[in-house]
């Protein structure tokens, strides 16, 4: 069962070859087996998918049910799921029960899905390894001594270990591509404000985005029809007429020009995954794609000015937890400022705390433009030489990740939080400009995977999934599964 796409599981459902009950216990007992591994879930919600999936299976009786009924899904717990635990991989929300569900999440409930849990991150979502959570590190399911990549990195390791079909996640800098890549999975970010971010705690409100992490494009299509749309209660949502986005999956790729930005192709990439990424190109030159060399001149000032953007944003969005309202309180605090302080000391982990100071400082008075202002006319270059890209090329392609899946504490925020930051130099320019971009397995470096990152201008996403559709129908790397989780096993 594990082993079948989204679309696979729709018609195995409607045909009644199985019944979602059967499927959902089918993956919780996965989960049991496997997880304790890859600690990929902080939450499991074993009795809600039960009733989930019977009230789906009575929905497939009635001949009511959509495409998605009756199929499991994970949730990052970053969104808020009503009734069941919503930390952020945070003590500061050990304690927190949502009191509502995001919109995603409403949406995902409303196609009559099954949620089999949270998954694991990087606390409130800052960083890239999952090592920043609070309830311990998600492993990579293709090597447990390595990060499965962050800030979604449970999502990714969970669908890479077929613990569920898809899971959601969310991506301020490249928190869904970066961990698809690394654990050989498909992944998408939106054009900015495609997706509610309503329920979605917020990181850095400019550039978080939500979207889908799954086995394949197809299913990546199938989940945005579900996931994206205007939401009044967001107010940067856009509106906009809703899209199927599975209508040019099986377009064919002639006339289409593909720009090679060459800052990503520089001597700081790995040889091998540049070999891996070239022959990817060449597979879609051979589908009819066209390649054209572009620049993108200021992409080394990306990490700079999202490590000024990013940190600013936070530190306003998570001065709403005080311990007075919700999550985390010291105990016998000696006045207001003790019971701020000290909630906020002992519930906010290392990294947490390094960006709230770093963008309370790039904030204050006098700095404001020396820093803050500074990144956002940085900002708007970024945006601009992809304007100007997108004038002579239909998508962008490159690398996910200049590495593959590294081991544990080899970039630790804590010995050197620069290195990691470094490690999201392709994906963070996408975000600036808040642009859809990809990531997709392109194949195994010394038994790793390396992702290919596709990048769309403004509202493209329908092309992207497109392209990498056709690719997947040509090869065959987004089939491979880390050994230890096949069947059987
Ligand atoms: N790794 C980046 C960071 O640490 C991006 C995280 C994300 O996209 N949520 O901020």
């Known amino acids: 069962m594990h082993n079948k796409t989204l679309a696979e599981l729709s018609t195995a459902l409607q045909d009644k070859e199985f019944s979602s009950e059967e499927l959902t216990r089918h993956y919780l007992d996965r989960i049991q087996q496997h997880d304790p591994s890859i600690n990929s879930f902080i939450t499991v919600t074993e009795d809600l998918a039960i009733a989930q999936a019977q009230a789906a299976d009575q929905q497939i009786a009635s001949g009511n049910a959509g495409t998605l009924t009756g199929i499991p899904l994970a949730q990052k717990d970053i969104f808020c799921t009503n009734g069941v635990k919503t930390s952020c991989a945070s003590l500061m929300l050990d304690n927190f029960i949502a009191p509502y569900d995001a919109t995603v999440v409403e949406k995902i409930n409303d196609a009559g899905m099954v949620m089999l849990g949270k998954t694991n991150m990087d ?90 992490m799954t086995r394949t494009a197809e299913d990546a299509a199938m989940m945005l029809n579900v996931m994206t749309g205007f939401d ?65 001149p200021n992409t080394r000032l990306s990490i700079p000015a999202y490590y000024v953007i990013a940190p600013a944003e936070c530190s306003s969005n998570l001065s709403r937890m005080d311990g007075v309202r919700f999550g985390y309180r010291c105990e016998d605090p000696k006045d207001l400022y003790d019971l701020y302080a000290r909630s906020r000391g002992e519930a906010f982990g290392e990294e947490v705390k390094r960006r709230i100071m770093i963008g309370t400082y790039a904030l204050s008075a006098g700095y404001y433009d020396a820093y803050y202002l500074k990144a956002q006319q940085i900002r708007r270059l970024i945006s601009d030489d992809f304007k100007k890209a997108f004038l ?88 491979q599964t880390p050994d230890s989780f096949q069947e059987g096993k």
Not at 415 to 435: C, E, F, K, Q, R
């Open 392 to 479: 002579d090329v239909d998508v962008i392609m490159g690398p996910t990740s200049p590495s593959t899946a590294f081991k544990f504490g080899e970039l630790s925020e804590d010995n050197d939080p620069v290195s990691m930051y470094l490690a999201d130099i392709y994906t963070i320019s996408v975000n600036l400009a808040g642009l859809p971009g990809m990531s997709i397995p392109a194949g195994l470096v010394k038994g790793l995977p390396v992702g290919l990152q596709l990048i769309g201008n403004y509202f493209q996403e329908a092309k992207l999934l497109n392209i990498a559709h056709q690719f997947q129908q040509a090869t065959d790397h987004h089939q």
């Open 232 to 296: 009044e209660k967001d107010a940067t949502s856009i509106e906009r007429d809703s899209e199927d986005y599975t209508r040019s999956l099986n377009n064919k790729l002639d006339g289409l020009t593909i720009g090679l930005p060459k800052e990503y192709f520089s001597d700081d990439l790995d040889s091998d995954i540049a070999n891996v990424i070239d022959t990817a190109i060449k597979e879609v030159e051979k589908l009819g794609a066209s390649i054209k060399e572009i620049s993108l």
């Open 123 to 212: 606390e409130f979502a800052m960083g890239s390894t999952t090592e920043s959570s609070y309830y311990g590190d998600a492993k990579n399911p293709w090597d447990l001594e390595r990060v499965p990549g962050g800030s979604s990195g449970g999502s990714a390791a969970a669908v890479a270990a077929q613990l569920t079909p898809v899971a959601t996640g969310t991506d301020t800098g490249g928190s869904i591509r970066q961990p698809a890549a690394l654990c050989g999975i498909t992944g998408i970010k939106p054009t900015y404000g495609t997706v509610s971010r309503y329920g979605m705690i917020a990181f850095a409100s400019s550039l978080d985005q939500g979207g889908p």
